[in-house]
C-alpha cells in the first residue's frame, strides 16, 4: 500500500470533519437554513428541532442530566471564557479566590489574569513532572473565598489526563464549582460530569471529528444549580448566557460527531490508543537518549504521544520530516523564543523542552502510516545527530551540564 | 515558517560536517551558544600557520534549520580565506544569502560568534609557549 503524503499526526491541534459530520451538515446549509430562533415558520421550527437534537445528543456524550444544560458557542476559548468570567462575576459579591493549574491552556490562564487585574485572586497549582495536580494541593488552597475551581481534562501537550473524580469529589465537598476545560478529552476518551461532579465543562467541535467555529458548554442545573454572568448581550438565546443567533450547520455537525463517539466511542480508543502504542514502541526500540513528556495510561490521552528527542531540536526536526504534520515544544515554532511552558511546568529541562516532539494520533490514522513515520523519525533522528555537537559530547563521555555555557 | 530554497538546500545537504583534532596546534574550535536556549555551535577551522589559510572548515550544530543552514554556509565561506579575511565575515550576509526571517538573524550572529571564537582559540594555541 502507498501512502499518501502528508500525512496528518497533530490531531491534538485539530480533527478533520468525520464524513458522517459533513453529510449531517449539509442540509443545513440549503434547505433547512432557517433561523433556529424563528419561532412562526417551518424553516425556524427545523433549525431548532437540529439544534434540540444536538443538544440532547451531546448531553447524553458527556453524561448530563438534561440537555438544557448545554450552552452553544463559538468554540472552546469562548466556553473557557464564559465559564471562568461568567462565574466569577455572578459570584463576586461572594468570594473572590479562583484556583487553577500552571498547565492549563491559554484560553483558561488568560482570562485568569485578566480577573486578577480586577481584584481576583488566582492559586496556579503545580502538578508533579507528569503533569498531574495532586488532589491534596487542591484541598489545601480552597478557602472560604475560593468561588471555582477549574482544571482540564487532558492537556493539550503532554496529554496528561487529571485525576477528575478525586478532584470534583473534594470541590462538591467544600461547595466550590469546578469548571474543566474538557476539549482535549470529550469525543475522544471517558468523560462523565455526574461521575466526576462536574459543574461546568468546555468543549470544542473540531477537537472531536466535527467542525470549527462551534464549542459548547456545559451548565448545570441542579444540585449545584450554577449561574453565570454573559459574556455577549444581545437577543437572550441560550437562555440569556450566549446572545447571538445559533450556528446551527455547526451545532448539527458538533451533535452527529457526538453520536458517533456515542456509538462507537469504544472502538474509536482502541484504535487510536493502539496506533500511539505502536508508534511510541517503534521509537523505543530504535533510538537512544529519547524520553516521554507526560504521563502513562490510564493517566495518557489514547492519541498524545509527547517525545523528546535528546540532542535533537524541535523545529529542526520537523523540518526534516516536514510531509508529516506534528508540533513541537521548541522556542523556534513559537513567536516568544520561549520552550513551552506546559514542559517547563512539568519540570522538565529545557535543552529537553526545545527537542520536543507532539505526534497526536487519531481516528483517521493507520497503522501504515505509524510505520512511515516511525521509520522516517528514526532515520531523520539518526542523520540530525550525526550533525549534533551535543550528541557527540554526550558520545564522548562529556556531562553536557558541566560545561559553562554562554546563553545568548 | 516559508524558508528561502537556498536555505532548505544547506539544511538538507549541510556542507562540511564533522570534526577536527581539537588538539591540533592547527586547529581553532569554537563552540557556541547554549543547550537550554535551542542552539549550539560547533565550528572548527584547520589553519595554515605559514599562509593564515584555512585549509579546512567542519562544523556540528544543535539547532533549528536555519541555525544547521548558517553553520553550513559559514564552514563553505571561509574555507580558503585568511584567518583575517574570515574574522571580517559578518552576519548579515549570511542573513542575506539565506534570506532569514526576523525571527532567525540570531542564527547567523551565532554563526559569526563561532567563526571568531574559533579564530580566537586557534590564535591563543599558537601564542601559547611550546
Known sequence: ?408 | MAYSEKLIEHYEKPRNVGTLDKASAEVGTGLVGAPACGDVMRLQIKVNPETQVIEDAKFKTFGCGSAIASSSLATEWIRGKTIEEAGALKNTAIVEELNLPPVKIHCSVLAEDAIKSAIADYRKKQNAPE
Not at chain 1, 473524580?165 to 461547595?175: P, V
Not at chain 1, 444581545?234 to 447571538?244: I, L, Y
Open chain 1, 1 to 408: 500500500m502507498t501512502i499518501r503524503t502528508p500525512i496528518y499526526m497533530d490531531n491534538n491541534a485539530t480533527t478533520p470533519c468525520d464524513p458522517r459530520v459533513v453529510q449531517a451538515m449539509l442540509p443545513y446549509f440549503t434547505e433547512n437554513f432557517g433561523n433556529a430562533a424563528s419561532r412562526n415558520h417551518a424553516f425556524g421550527w427545523k433549525g431548532e428541532e437540529a439544534v434540540e437534537k444536538a443538544r440532547g445528543q451531546i448531553a447524553t456524550l458527556i453524561g448530563a442530566n438534561s440537555p438544557k444544560e448545554i450552552i452553544f458557542t463559538s468554540g472552546a476559548t469562548e466556553s473557557d471564557n464564559l465559564a471562568i468570567k461568567g462565574v466569577a462575576r455572578f459570584l463576586k459579591t461572594k468570594g473572590n479566590h479562583i484556583i487553577t493549574c500552571l498547565t492549563e491552556h491559554k484560553a483558561v490562564l488568560d482570562p485568569c489574569k485578566r480577573l486578577e487585574k480586577e481584584g481576583f485572586e488566582v492559586t496556579y497549582l503545580p502538578t508533579n513532572n507528569e503533569g498531574q495536580v495532586d488532589p491534596e494541593d487542591l484541598k489545601r488552597a480552597i478557602t472560604d473565598k475560593t468561588i471555582l475551581v477549574s482544571i482540564m481534562l487532558a492537556n493539550n501537550e503532554v496529554g496528561t489526563v487529571q485525576r477528575m473524580e478525586e478532584i470534583g469529589a473534594i470541590t462538591r465537598d467544600r461547595g466550590v464549582f469546578l469548571h474543566c476545560d474538557a476539549v482535549q478529552g470529550v469525543g475522544r476518551m471517558d468523560f462523565d460530569v455526574e461521575r466526576m461532579n462536574i459543574d461546568l465543562a468546555s468543549m470544542s467541535g473540531h477537537k472531536m471529528y466535527g467542525p470549527k467555529g462551534v464549542g459548547a458548554l456545559y451548565v448545570r442545573r441542579s444540585k449545584p444549580r450554577v449561574r453565570l454572568a454573559a459574556e455577549m448581550d444581545g437577543g437572550g438565546h441560550e437562555r440569556g448566557m450566549r446572545s447571538g443567533t445559533l450556528n446551527v450547520t455547526g451545532i448539527v455537525g458538533m451533535g452527529a460527531a457526538a453520536q458517533i463517539f456515542i456509538d462507537e466511542g469504544e472502538k474509536d480508543i482502541q484504535h487510536t490508543r493502539s496506533l500511539r502504542d505502536r508508534l511510541r514502541k517503534k521509537l523505543w526500540d530504535n533510538l537512544d537518549e529519547i524520553f516521554l513528556n507526560g504521563s502513562d495510561d490510564p493517566w495518557r490521552h489514547p492519541g498524545n504521544l509527547n517525545v523528546s528527542f535528546a540532542f535533537v531540536e524541535g523545529e529542526a526536526m520537523m523540518m526534516a520530516i516536514k510531509e508529516v504534520a506534528v508540533s513541537s515544544g521548541s522556542a523556534c515554532t513559537s513567536a516568544s523564543l520561549e520552550p513551552s511552558y506546559v514542559l517547563r511546568s512539568l519540570g522538565v529541562d529545557e535543552e529537553l523542552a526545545h527537542t520536543s516532539i507532539r505526534f497526536g494520533l487519531g481516528r483517521f490514522n493507520t497503522e501504515e502510516e505509524v510505520d512511515y513515520v516511525a521509520d522516517l523519525v528514526i532515520e531523520q533522528v539518526h542523520r540530525l545527530r550525526e550533525l549534533s555537537p551535543l550528541y557527540e559530547m554526550h558520545k564522548e563521555g562529556i556531562d553536557l551540564k558541566s560545561i559553562q555555557w554562554e546563553a545568548h
